[in-house]
Every structure is written in structure tokens, then in C-alpha cells.
């Protein structure tokens, strides 16, 4: 019979106190899993959600510009030296370092237009660009040809079009091709129609008011892309629409510490009952040890055997703990992350290092009572007899 026979056989006859150990490391390790894992599914949702966000970075004219505005109310601006962005300089946007990163380009041209007896925006964009920057976009109808505009709901409200209406702008004649549904947003507000159409209208060839840029996705370098942009398109002004982001990751960042605190403590108390269980195991076998030292076991070979229980019944806690830390993440994420489908991957890594744990925690944890079994004295241990 081998030591690890033994140390098996001496876990069956102790039921009770293998049990113990093993529920205190399976409610450490699936604790410590399921915090892990939650906070993984939260971030992977939020980095899934944020490439939904649509435009995060902002390219316009660099200028002088003082704005006067106050509590939101709008008293017009100074403004001089405006210039506007020629639409062939933004091409070099594809030469930055960190051009894989970025999903859409989307040229806009703005300008102010009458329509019967109402002034209104007009916003010449690249449609397919706007299906990324603009993913939340629903429209009634269809996306305008070269002859055609949309409006933004409030937009076809206050002029009192519908889809198939026809509308005159600086002379020319339009159709109304679709509506926009209510975004909640200021596009509801503006008339929209083909970059090229709206740079013909405004006699603005080749030139572009402002463009946005869709790259904020997971991994993404945000503050890096600015700077290279910057740099390519050195009489531009290039910002970062990230103030909410940066508010929630670092949330989340902090969340992640705190975590690990709670991680750190529960390791803690699970470390300190497998000490004690083992501890009063050794004690418990105080005779059984002096019969083993008396027919020739060795000092190595009765640390042996604590250590192969411990490590049996901590490799088994690893395992159920994954399991179980897995399988309350699944039910978790479907109440406490709005819109989740509650799909948690089996993540291998985190498995074998639930399993490497659970083992390291039970092994250094009976350390100390393996040694001291070690020590004991048989013929004190068979005089107990």
C-alpha cells in the first residue's frame, strides 16, 4: 500500500473533518472565482457596449474661438481666422500607428438652410459611415440619393413633411427619402443629405466643417490615437469624447480592488481553517502516527501522508469551487447586468489557477501540522495506547 492509499483511506474514516476542509476551500475559491468572473463579464459587456457608442473622437477646424454661452442659453460667439478641414487631409487618419483601431471616418458638412419660412441645419454626411458612428439610427423610409434628404423627427414636425414630401432648398428641388425616429439627441433637429450634395450646396468642395472618428473599442488607445491624429492633421483640433467612459472604467477599476481585498481575506480565513482542521487531525492521530514511526516509517514519509490529504481534498475543492464560482457568475450576471444573455465562457486559465490555489492553500496551510506529525515521538505516541 502506497502513502497516497493511505492518505485516502485516512480521509474516508475522517469524513467529517475532510468535509469541513473541503467546504471552507470550496466556498473560498468559488467567492474568489465568481468575484473574478463577474467583473470580467462586466468589463467584456461594457467594452462590448462602449463599441456601440458610435463616434469618440472628434476632428474640427482648429481655431480662435470664443463662445459665449451661459447656464446652456446660447448669445452667439466671437469667432476669427476660422477655417474649415480639407476633406483630402483626412485621408492621412489611415497612416496613424494605431489606424487598425479605427472602425469609421465620418466627413460632416454643416450649414444653414430655409426651408418655406424656417431656417434649419443641414448636415451633409457619408451614409455608410454613419450606419458605425450612428448605430442607434432608425429610419422610416430610406437613406437619400444625390436628390433626396432625411429629416431628424423634430426637423419633419416642425415643417410638416413626410416620406415622398418634396422641398426646395437654395433653389433645388428635393424628396423627402426617409425620417428619422426620435434619437433623443440633436440629430432630431436636423435636416440630413449626401456629403457631396450638401459640399455643392454650400459651394464647399472638397472641404468638411468637422469629422468624427468611431475608435473607442476594447484595448483601444484612445489618448495614443489623439496625439497620432493630432499629428497628421496639424491644422485640426482633435478631442476625445471619453468623460463617461473614463468615469465608469474607473469605477470598475476600483470595484476590481476592492475585490481583490475581499479575495485576499477570504484566502485568509480559508488558509486558517485548513491549519486548524489539520492541526486537531494530527492531534486526533497522535497513536495511529507511533504505530507508523514504529514498523519504519520515515519523518518524510508521515509528512507525506498529511500533505497527499491535504492536497487530495484541496485539488477537489479547486475543481467544485471553479464550478460552482462559474455557475453563480451565469445566474448573477443575468440580474445585475442590464441586458445580458447571461453566456459566461468556461475560462481554462481561470480554472487551472482556481485548481493551483485551492492546491497551494491546502498544501502550505498543513505545512506546519505535517511537521509537527513528523515529530512526534512513537514511543510517547504507543505509550498513549
Known sequence: MTLKHISFKNLIRRKGKASFVLAGLVIGVSTIVGIISFVDAMTNDINHKLEKYG??????????NLPLTYGGLSLGGVSFEMEEIRQEELARVSSIKNARNIAALGPLVLGVVKVDSHKVLLAGVDFKASAILKPWWQIKGKVPDDKGVMLGAEAARILNLNVADRLMIKDRRFIVSGILKPTGSQDDQLVFTRLTTAQSLFDKGGR???????????????????????????????????????????TLGHFK????????????????????????????????????????FRKRHVMEIVLWEAAIV????????????????????????????????????????????????????????????????PNEALRAL
Open 314 to 377: 484541496s485539488g477537489l475543492a479547486g475543481i467544485v469551487g471553479y464550478l460552482l464560482g462559474w455557475g453563480v457568475t451565469k445566474v448573477a450576471v443575468r440580474y445585475f447586468i442590464e441586458g445580458h444573455s447571461g453566456s459566461v465562457p468556461f475560462d481554462f486559465e481561470l480554472a487551472a489557477g482556481a485548481f493551483i490555489l485551492a492546491l497551494l492553500i491546502g498544501l502550505v496551510s498543513s505545512a506546519y501540522p505535517a511537521f509537527i506529525a513528523s515529530r512526534l515521538d
Open 55 to 64: 463616434a469618440n473622437i472628434l476632428i474640427v477646424p482648429r481655431t480662435e
Open 257 to 296: 480592488k476592492f475585490s481583490y481585498g475581499i479575495s485576499g481575506v477570504i484566502l485568509l480565513i480559508g488558509s486558517l481553517v485548513v491549519l486548524v482542521t489539520m492541526m486537531g487531525s494530527v492531534r486526533e492521530r497522535t497513536d495511529e502516527i507511533g504505530i507508523f514511526r514504529a514498523i519504519g
Open 208 to 250: 468638411v466643417s468637422m469629422a468624427e472618428v468611431a475608435a473607442l473599442c476594447q484595448d483601444c488607445p484612445i489618448e495614443a490615437m489623439v496625439e497620432q491624429i493630432s499629428d497628421a492633421l496639424p491644422g485640426a483640433k482633435v478631442m476625445a469624447i471619453q468623460q463617461v467612459v473614463k468615469g465608469r472604467m474607473e
